[in-house]
Structures are given as C-alpha cells and as structure tokens.
C-alpha cells in the first residue's frame, strides 16, 4: 500500500501541469491538489473495482426480507450513481456514497427475519433517520449528537453490526446453520456445493486481500461464482446484458406510520449513529489518505460531504434502500491517487455501465457473497478493541452491548441494554458526571423498550 501510496503521489507531484488550469483541472482544482486527470480517472476505476461486490451483497442481504432483489440491484447502482455524482460536483471529493451492509442487515436481519418488523417498516425508521439525520446536518447540531454518546458506545455499535453480518456470512455459506427447535447456532456441513463454493471464495479474498490488491473482494465473489458453475450453486442466466429492472416493488413502499412505534427507537437511534459516526470515520480516514486534511487533523468545508451524505440517507428509503453513507472503499481510490471528485465521478459513470449487466448480478449465488459479509463484519467488530477495557465503567457497557446482541439476536434490544447499562454504572461507580444530560433523557425511551423486551406480553 505504501508503495502505491509514493507511486500515485510521485505521479501526480511530477506531471502537475505548471500551466495555467482549464477544463476539467480548473472545476477540480485538480492542479491545487497536485494530481492528474489520469491519475484521478485511474483511482475512480480502482474505487469502483473495491466497491462494485454491494452490488451483488446489498440486494442479497434485502432480499432475505422479501425485497424484489432485481428492482434492488437497479435501484442500488442507480443511488450509488445519483449521490456520487453530487459528491463529485458538490463537494469535489474522491469519495462515493452508496448503501452501507450494516443499514441493510438492520432491516433484513435485525427487524426483518428476527423481530419480524416488515421491511417497509424497517425503511421507514431509515428513512427518519436520514431526515433527522439531513436535519442536524443543516442546522449545525451534530457536535451535540457526537458530544451526547459515550465513545465506548460508538465502538460498540460497529462490533455488534459486524457481528451480525459475519454470522449472517456463515449462514449464508451454510457453514453454520441454526438448531430449528432451539435456535443456537452449530457448525454445518462442509461438504456440500454451497459450502465448499463460500470457503473457495474465502480462500480467495484472503490471498488477494493479504496481497493487498484493489477489489479483492469483488474477485472473490467471480472467483466463488465461477467455481460455483461445475458444482451446481450458480446458475448461468439466459443473457447477460439486459435493459434495468423496473424499481416499483421497492419505489416508495416505506412505512413512516409505522416506524413511529416507541418500539422501534432503539432502531431509529441504530440507523442514526450508524450513518452519523460512518460519515465522519469514512470523510477523516479516507481524507487523510488522500492529504486533504490540515495540520490539525480536520477538513475543510467537512459539512459539504455531510449534506450530501445525509441527503443520500434520506433519499435511498424512498426507493427500497436504506442508510446510504460515504462508502470506506473510496481509500482504495485515495490510495491510487484519488484527490478530487473526478475520483467520484469516474467511478459513478462505471457504476452506470453496470446497470446494464445487472443479469450477472443477480446469477451470483448468496455463498459467492458470503465470505465478504464474513470478512466485513469481522472488520467491523474488530473496532472493540479500541474500547478502554482497564476501566471497568467504560469497558463493561461496550461489552455488554455485544453480548446482549448475540445473546438475544437483536441489535436493539443490544443497544439498549447497552446504553442502560452505561449511564446506571457511571452513577453506581459514582461517576454520575461523566453522563452527559441528552443520555439521560435518552435512557428514558431505551428503559422502555428495554422493559417490552424481557416483560413479553
């Protein structure tokens, strides 16, 4: 990476015209940055081949909860387009926006298939999250929100989503499967088609990945599906190249009345703090790659990327897909070079040559997809660690919170035990000051569904 990292700055560094810009170099400021339509058409490319594997996941992940998976996939390529465009133009920065596993796992795991909430409610709770979310954005309130939860949370939050998804990977793979009378998990069988075709693609995406190779996990899926071809997993479509499937089965069909049940909080707080602390992790890592970060560590005109990012969170509900964010693979764009939305926009118009072949897509079998979930997820839990575990008042909630989400199955009823029990050990431990006053008054909804949870009706 480092290497790569000289290689596409060198370049950029050297071939910078002196010239006075125009064209393209003047609305990208290509110059000012030190970099070269080249090199920016080359890492829209690269950002493009790391991201284009959500185009097969993220309607696979939907469709376990009954969403159209072939209006899915248009509607996917076509928000991913849509909002990267706007990043590219708006914000002129090397990042794409497009749906985050984590939303989608929200609605088709955690609400749909566990708590059996219907995904058209499950897109209305993103949905409000993204207008609360577009809403704070606008009026400046967002320091407030980062103020209000307690750090430990926050690296709790992404553990219990990656968990989820990894575990969703095993069981796609059919690697573990769940005990129907008692619903624990058990090691399946790994012999079968599906199985032997998810561990090939995991061997893939670990020997690319370990190599450090752009779109490692995309390969992985090709590689799975074409492996998946002789043993019967995947089955050949009858053409390749078709004309977009038609997004009505999913185009506003969200349930906002619904998603008004004081039930469903803890999930309208899930969605919000997924899309929020993503935005900013996602625009501060990404942006630093890319050296767009000043002496202190901040970016410039931040809130330009929070606007289309949380414009992206509201507008993605409407058509079927929930939480849409500044995606982490822009920084395999960054890493190749990518300093302007010229990065963006390339890879936006290739996200739109693939609309065409969304055949191919949907032929991709759900144990092609499973070993990016697991190696995803397993990212994403991995966060934890940076939870101060030496002190018992922090480290317990943070713990807690995942526990309770494997244990119970749901991320809600995580997050609010997670969060109850944060503010009830600070004022136990005596630390009732370290508690913020909005977490208390966010305790007061939390204890309630905490309550519906272990007092079933």
Excluded at 26 to 35: L, W
Excluded at 233 to 249: C, G, Q, R, W, Y
Excluded at 412 to 419: F, Q
Aim: aromatic content about 8%; hydrophobic content about 55%; proline content about 6%.
């Amino acid at each position: 990476m480092g290497e790569r990292d000289m290689t596409g700055e060198t370049e950029a560094t050297t071939t910078a015209p002196a010239s006075q810009p125009g064209g393209l170099d003047a609305f990208f400021k290509m110059s000012e940055r030190r970099t070269t339509p080249r090199v920016e058409i080359i890492a829209g490319v690269t950002t493009f081949l790391a991201a284009a594997y959500l185009l097969v996941v993220i309607p696979s992940i939907l469709s376990s909860a009954g969403i159209d998976r072939a209006a899915a996939t248009t509607t996917t390529i076509l928000l991913i387009f849509g909002c990267s465009l706007l990043m590219a133009f708006y914000a002129n920065l090397p990042f794409i926006v497009g749906p985050g596993i984590g939303g989608s796992a929200i609605v088709a795991v955690n609400m749909a298939l566990t708590e059996h909430v219907p995904w058209q409610t499950g897109l209305g709770v993103a949905f409000l999250s993204g207008i609360a979310f577009l809403l704070l954005t606008l009026c400046g309130l967002r320091n407030v929100v980062v103020r209000m939860v307690p750090a430990q949370i926050k690296l709790a939050l992404s553990a219990s989503i990656g968990l989820f998804i990894a575990v969703l990977g095993f069981r796609n793979a059919g690697l573990v499967v769940a005990n129907v009378k008692t619903n624990a998990l058990a090691l399946g069988n790994f012999t079968t088609p599906g199985a032997l075709t998810a561990l090939a693609g995991l061997a893939i995406a670990v020997v690319l990945h370990a190599r450090k190779i752009p779109g490692s996990i995309l390969f992985a899926i090709l590689g799975a599906t074409a492996i998946g071809v002789p043993l019967g997993v995947t089955k050949l479509p009858a053409t390749f190249v078709s004309l977009p499937h038609d997004i009505a089965p999913v185009t506003l069909k969200l349930d906002i009345l619904g998603a008004l049940n004081p039930v469903l909080f803890p999930y309208l707080f899930a969605f919000f703090a997924a899309e929020f602390f993503s935005t900013m992790g996602t625009t501060l890592a990404v942006g630093g790659k890319a050296g767009l970060l000043d002496k202190d560590g901040n970016m410039p005109d931040i809130n330009k990327p929070f606007v289309v990012d949380s414009i992206a969170a509201s507008i993605g509900p409407l058509v079927g897909i929930p939480a849409l964010t500044a995606l982490i693979e822009s920084a395999a764009g960054a890493e190749a070079g990518g300093r302007t939305g010229l990065t963006a926009l390339t890879a936006a118009l290739c996200f739109l040559v693939a609309l065409f072949l969304v055949p191919v897509a949907l032929m991709i079998p759900i144990q092609a997809t499973a070993p990016a979930l697991i190696l995803i997820g397993l990212s994403m839990f991995a966060g934890i660690r940076h939870v101060d575990l030496d002190d018992f008042t922090d480290g317990l909630p943070a713990i807690l919170t995942v526990m309770l989400t494997l244990m119970s199955n749901s991320f809600g009823t995580g997050i609010a035990g997670g969060l109850l029990c944060y503010v009830l050990v600070k004022v136990l431990a005596g630390k009732a000051r370290d508690v913020s006053i909005g977490m208390y008054v966010m305790a007061l909804p939390l204890a309630y569904y905490f309550w519906t949870v272990v007092n079933p009706k």
